[in-house]
C-alpha cells in the first residue's frame, strides 16, 4: 500500500500521521511538550524537545508498521511560533516564542503608526500575535543572537523552517507561502520578503528562509535514520489553512471554522489580495501549482475554552460531552446569555477590555441554561464573524465547513446552522490539518493533477441543515446582541 506520512506540530503536541493515498487515516502518534512559561505573558517551547518527540513519534508510529516506506512526508505546524537557530547545526540559541507570548507588545504600541502600510502590505495588523514584535524584542535584548543573526551565523523561522533544517541535517533553510505571510514581514502582493518590513522591525533580510510554494519540494529526509531510505519532504501549510484546504474549500465563497480553544474563521476570497476590514485579517490560503490563493481570517477569542471553563472553574461539568445532553434537557435558553469575553471579545466589536458575563438570570434558570448559553455563544460568535467577513467581502456563502474536537456535539453543530442559516458540513476526521498538508503533496509528487483530482477524493462528514424557524434564531441572535452591548458599555 502506498502510503504518506504528516507530522502535525501543534502548540501543545507534535503527531505523526500515516495516510494512503485516498487520504484515509490509518495510524497516528502523539507527544506532548511543555509549556513553559518564565514570566506573565510570555509563552515559550524548548525546540529541542520539539524536534526530540518529532522523531520519537515517528519512530513509534512506524514501529507498528514495519513494512511501511511512505511516500514522502508532509508538514503542518503551529503558524506563528518561531526559533532562532545555529546555521549548520540547527541547535536552538534561544527557546522558540510561542504565538500566545504577549512580549513584543511594547513594540506593537511604538510601532502603530505604521499599522495602515503594514496592512496594505502584509494583510495584518501589527500585532504581537505576529513573529515580527517578538524578532524585535529578542534582537534588541539579546545582544549575542543578534550578533550571530546579522553576521550569518544564526537563522530565524517558524517551526516549519526549524523542522526543516533539522530533518535535512541543514541542507534546506525554507519555508512556505503560508507560513511565511504570517510573520509581518512578508509581502501578499509580491509574494516575498519585504526589505522595507525588515528594516522596520529591525530583522536580517538574510535571516529570513526561501519561500516555497505549499506542495513544493522541501529536501529529503530519513527522520534521524528512522526511514531506511531518504523520502522527500513534500506538502508544507500552516496549520489554519491546511485544514481549508483539506475541507476541499477551493472556491471563492467556501468558509470553514475550526472549533479549538478559540476559533480561527477562513474564508476563500480568490486569487487576488483584498485588505480585510474589521473582520480580521487577509491570509494566503495557499499558493500550489504557481497559483495563490487568498483568504480573509477572523479570529475568536474563546469556543471551546469557554466550556472548559464551565468544567474547571465553575465546576458545572466534569466532562465537556456533558453539554450536548444538558443543552438538550431545557427547550431553550431560559432567556440567559453567556458573553465569553474572558479575554476581551474579538471580531466584530474589538473590545480587549470587555469582561465576561452571563445575563438574564431569573430564579428559573438552572445548570443546563447556563451550559446551553455557553455553547450557543460560540454559534453566535461564529455569526458573528462571517456575516461581517462575509459583507466585507462581498460574498454570498450557503454553507460552512467544520473542523476540530466540538464538531462531535450535534446540538452545538445544529445550532450553528441554526442561527447562521447555511449548511453546516462538520468533518468527520479531527486531524484535518496534517491531511491538509498531505494532499498539497498529492499534488507535489504528481499523485494528483489538480484540485479537481483533489476534490474527488473521499471525503467524510456530517450535513446539518437550518431549521425552519428563521424567525425563532432570528430572535435568539436579537437576544445575543443586546446581551453583548452589556459588556461594551
Same mark, same amino acid.
Given at each position: 500500500?502506498?502510503? =504518506?506520512?504528516?507530522? *502535525?506540530?501543534?502548540?501543545? +503536541? ?29 509563552? #515559550?517551547?524548548?525546540?529541542? #524537545? ?66 495602515? +502600510? ?13 513573529? $515580527?514584535?517578538? &524578532? ?51 509581502? =501578499? ?17 538574510? !535571516?529570513?528562509?526561501?519561500?516555497? *510554494? ?22 508544507? &501549510? ?15 465563497? &467556501? ?15 480568490? *486569487?487576488?489580495?483584498?485588505? @480585510? ?19 480573509? #481570517? ?25 453539554? #450536548? ?6 427547550? *431553550? ?5 453567556? =458573553? ?13 477590555? !470587555? ?22 455563544? =460560540? ?7 462571517? /456575516?461581517?467577513? @462575509? ?36 468533518? +468527520? ?10 494532499? !498539497?503533496?498529492?499534488? @507535489? ?6 484540485? !479537481?483530482?483533489? /476534490? ?13 424557524? $428563521? ?7 436579537? @437576544? ?10
Amino acid at each position: 500500500m502506498s502510503l =504518506i506520512l504528516a507530522l *502535525d506540530q501543534s502548540t501543545s +503536541a507534535t503527531k505523526a500521521l500515516l495516510f494512503d493515498t485516498t487520504g484515509a487515516l490509518l495510524d497516528r502518534e502523539s507527544l506532548e511538550h511543555t509549556q513553559h512559561y518564565p514570566k506573565p505573558g510570555w509563552v #515559550e517551547h524548548d525546540a529541542e #524537545e520539539i524536534y526530540a518527540n518529532t522523531v520519537a513519534v515517528v519512530r513509534a508510529l512506524l514501529a507498528r508498521h514495519p513494512d511501511a516506506q511512505p511516500l514522502y512526508l508532509s508538514i503542518t505546524n503551529q503558524r506563528e511560533t518561531f526559533v532562532v537557530f545555529e546555521r549548520g547545526t540547527g541547535k536552538p540559541l534561544y527557546n522558540a516564542i510561542v504565538w500566545q507570548c504577549r512580549r513584543g507588545e511594547p513594540v506593537c504600541e511604538r510601532l502603530a503608526v505604521h499599522n495602515p +502600510a503594514v496592512r496594505k502590505i502584509t494583510g495584518l495588523r501589527i500585532d504581537t500575535y505576529f513573529p $515580527a514584535s517578538k &524578532m524585535t524584542w529578542l534582537l534588541e535584548n539579546e545582544p549575542e543572537i543578534k550578533r550571530k543573526l546579522e553576521n550569518g551565523e544564526a537563522l530565524l523561522g517558524t517551526i516549519d523552517t526549524y523542522l526543516i533544517y533539522r530533518l535535512t541535517g541543514g541542507a534546506v533553510f525554507a519555508t512556505d507561502q503560508t507560513n511565511a505571510s504570517r510573520t509581518l514581514l512578508f509581502d =501578499i502582493n509580491t509574494l516575498a520578503w519585504n526589505e522595507q518590513l525588515c528594516g522596520l522591525f529591525g530583522v536580517p533580510r538574510g !535571516a529570513l528562509a526561501d519561500v516555497r *510554494d505549499s506542495n513544493a519540494t522541501f529536501g529529503e529526509t530519513t527522520v534521524e535514520g528512522v526511514l531506511p531510505t531518504a523520502i522527500p519532504i513534500c506538502g508544507v &501549510m500552516g496549520d489554519s489553512q491546511a485544514a481549508l484546504f483539506a475541507e476541499h474549500c477551493f472556491k471563492p465563497g &467556501m468558509a470553514k471554522v475550526t472549533f479549538g480553544t478559540g476559533s480561527s474563521v477562513l474564508l476563500n476570497i480568490g *486569487d487576488q489580495p483584498r485588505t @480585510g476590514g474589521t473582520a480580521g485579517v487577509t491570509a494566503i490560503a495557499w499558493r500550489v501549482q504557481g497559483q495563490t490563493t487568498y483568504a480573509f #481570517e477572523g479570529l475568536i477569542n474563546l469556543t471551546g475554552g469557554t466550556i472548559s471553563w464551565l468544567r474547571d472553574q465553575l465546576q458545572l461539568i466534569s466532562d465537556p460531552r456533558e453539554t #450536548e445532553a444538558l443543552a438538550e434537557s431545557v427547550p *431553550d435558553n431560559g432567556g440567559v446569555y453567556l =458573553i465569553p469575553a474572558f479575554v476581551g471579545l474579538s471580531a466584530p466589536y474589538w473590545r480587549p477590555n !470587555a469582561k465576561a458575563a452571563i445575563v438574564g438570570l431569573t430564579p428559573a434558570a438552572t445548570r443546563a441554561h447556563v451550559v446551553r448559553a455557553a455553547l450557543e455563544s =460560540i454559534a453566535y460568535q461564529v455569526k458573528d464573524v462571517l /456575516d461581517l467577513m @462575509g459583507l466585507e467581502a462581498g460574498i454570498t456563502m450557503q454553507q460552512v465547513h467544520g473542523d476540530g474536537g466540538m464538531v462531535n456535539n450535534h446540538f452545538l453543530m445544529q445550532f450553528v446552522a441554526d442561527v447562521t442559516r447555511l449548511q453546516v458540513r462538520a468533518a +468527520a476526521l479531527p486531524e484535518l490539518s496534517p491531511l491538509g498538508a498531505a494532499l !498539497a503533496g498529492m499534488l @507535489g509528487m504528481g499523485l494528483a493533477n489538480s484540485l !479537481a483530482d483533489l /476534490d474527488a477524493l473521499p471525503h467524510d462528514f456530517n450535513d446539518y441543515v437550518p431549521a425552519p424557524e $428563521a424567525e425563532k434564531f432570528a430572535a435568539d441572535y436579537a @437576544g445575543w446582541q443586546a446581551a453583548v452591548l452589556q459588556v461594551l458599555v
